[in-house]
């Protein structure tokens, strides 16, 4: 398991794609989300909550010689998705992922997660990942195409479904896409062959892989 405090934007993308692969949230969901943030709707969660969220994907992806994830306008994308896109079900374990990772934070800290200094919510944060992505037997039952699509079973699916929809929320943004990843359209043409440099970056689009 990567310890989130070691953690670059290139593992980012790679644990995104293990967690629960980038097909578990459509496309056009994800791009429809990202006009309507944009538009300033009526939000989902309440003040407080948008704070904490804010907190938890600044610590997740925080601003380095690129947008981090408050560049990418992605606390109101995942409103966005939580007002529009999420079930009921889904709605309760998103929220309540957020809500485990602040009152851990009050029993641990002794105030919530979004009053510690980014360098303690990046030490609180980090231990806390590890234990809510250990792999569990997975109970399920899923098959097929479901099984692929859910992904490995972990401690606690609700901080891994919260994770993973903040970190495909930062790469299939403009600031990412522009800054971090080289926009691939798909359908696109075909290169038989790439040289890899330390500049070469990753590329990203809305296609399923």
Request: neutral net charge.
């Amino acid at each position: 398991m990567t310890d989130l405090s070691q953690m670059d934007r290139r593992t980012l993308i790679e644990r995104a794609a293990w967690l629960l692969g980038a097909a578990a949230v459509p496309g056009e969901a994800l791009a429809r989300v990202a006009h309507q943030a944009g538009q300033a709707p009526r939000p989902f969660l309440t003040p407080t909550r948008m704070t904490l969220l804010s907190a938890v994907a600044d610590t997740i992806i925080p601003q380095t010689d690129t947008p981090g994830a408050l560049g990418a306008h992605v606390p109101a994308k995942f409103d966005a998705l939580l007002q529009n896109w999420a079930s009921a079900e889904r709605k309760v374990e998103l929220v309540g992922a957020l809500t485990k990772i602040n009152d851990a934070a009050m029993a641990q800290q002794k105030k919530g997660f979004a009053a510690l200094t980014p360098a303690e919510r990046k030490a609180f944060l980090a231990p806390y990942d590890i234990a809510a992505l250990k792999a569990v037997p997975d109970t399920r039952g899923l098959k097929g195409m479901a099984a692929m699509m859910a992904g490995p079973a972990v401690a606690d699916p609700g901080y891994a479904k919260m994770r993973e929809l903040i970190i495909l929320l930062y790469y299939y943004s403009e600031e990412a896409l522009t800054t971090e990843l080289v926009y691939e359209h798909s359908p696109g043409g075909w290169t038989p062959s790439i040289k890899v440099t330390p500049e070469t970056r990753n590329t990203g689009g809305l296609g399923m892989f």
